[in-house]
């Protein structure tokens, strides 16, 4: 027996002494960890001698065993001590308070984003209100209830970006990627009863060729005001605030003919070049004049499919390219710089 305790006894002061060589020079929690196994693992020289216990006489194993557990107990511990300071110290090299501060890089917005909030920074003070829709939309309010007919170009696969998914309502047609967001305008018709001056922003979709003023992915701002009294001359006061609003007062504007299906009469909207006040240059393409929006009064037959009594509201309609306005605004002249994530390009904004 006085071997036994005596081959502990040595066992105790040669683990204690390694234990704090070895835990001196451990600086993470995994080489912590490699600690904990040498000192306690299966194959340690303590939990060996716990094992030999079964060789000694009955009398013998219980203080042998004390004596053993006593000491693992101390070197778990120790372990746990050394594991709490080093989590708990300060990482990395002292901190110098009297040193000057380093800056934070801060984010930025988009340039579209920027340009959308522009817009309608200009358009709700005249008393809109921002109303945003489904960008996957049933073939019913993208055409249909937007008096596009059946036999027009754009309902053709080809020219819209049909879904394979089976439509939840086939009353209202396929599942498609909007082509505009005048779908929202209908929805909003639908729940709603005049007066209504709601601007609709959001992200369209065309299987347009990419190239610098086209891509097949876009964003449109639109507005509609409707009242029973709204005519085209409000609808040449709300467009000529805005103008002046985003490129300056001394904007001048002009109203070409155009068609659009689902107002009448419809516009086109031009600003005069800002590069040659309306003398010709190369920006504008030697006309003078740069085209920014479509408008026009919304056509009789978009009402009859929201309900709307024909004879009692009249109303109109606006739409612009978020893209071409910043672009025309900062002199941008290919819309893919938008969607590389050119940093170059980006943090110009």
């Given at each position: 027996m006085g071997d036994f305790f005596q081959s502990v006894e040595q066992l105790k002061g040669e683990l204690e002494n390694e234990l704090e060589i070895q835990l001196a020079q451990a600086n993470t929690a995994g080489e912590i960890e490699l600690v904990r196994v040498k000192f306690l693992g299966r194959k340690s020289p303590l939990i060996q001698h716990l094992k030999q216990l079964a060789e000694f006489p009955p009398d013998q194993r219980a203080p042998a065993g004390k004596e053993l557990n006593i000491l693992k107990t101390a070197i778990e511990h120790r372990l746990v001590e050394k594991k709490q300071q080093v989590l708990t110290r300060p990482q990395g090299p002292p901190l110098d308070v009297t040193l000057p501060g380093s800056a934070v890089v801060q984010g930025r917005l988009h340039p579209v984003t920027q340009t959308i909030h522009t817009i309608l920074s200009a358009l709700?003070?005249?008393?809109?209100?921002?109303?945003?829709?489904?960008?996957?939309?049933?073939?019913?309010y993208n055409f249909d209830a937007l008096n596009i007919p059946r036999d027009h170009p754009s309902r053709e696969s080809f020219d819209t970006f049909f879904l394979d998914q089976p439509s939840p309502d086939s009353k209202k047609g396929r599942l498609l990627l909007r082509s505009h967001t005048s779908p929202v305008q209908v929805r909003v018709m639908e729940r709603r009863k005049p007066p209504l001056r709601i601007v609709v922003p959001g992200k369209v979709y065309r299987p347009d060729p990419l190239d610098p003023s086209h891509s097949f992915m876009f964003h449109q701002v639109e507005g509609l005001m409707v009242d029973e009294r709204t005519s085209f001359a409000d609808l040449k006061g709300v467009l000529e605030r805005f103008v002046r609003t985003l490129f300056g007062e001394g904007t001048r504007t002009r109203f070409r003919p155009h068609y659009f299906p689902f107002t009448?009469?419809?516009?086109e909207v031009d600003i005069a070049c800002a590069t040659c006040q309306g003398a010709g240059c190369s920006t504008c393409g030697r006309k003078g004049?740069?085209?920014?929006?479509?408008?026009?009064m919304v056509h009789p037959n978009v009402f009859k499919a929201v309900g709307y009594e024909v004879r009692r509201v009249q109303g109109f309609a606006f739409g612009m390219g978020v893209e071409r306005i910043a672009m025309l605004k900062h002199g941008i002249t290919d819309i893919r710089l938008f969607f590389e994530n050119d940093l170059r390009f980006l943090e110009q904004f």
């Open positions: 709700l003070p005249l008393g809109f209100e921002i109303v945003e829709g489904p960008e996957t939309e049933f073939e019913y009448e009469p419809s516009a004049w740069l085209e920014i929006m479509g408008c026009g």
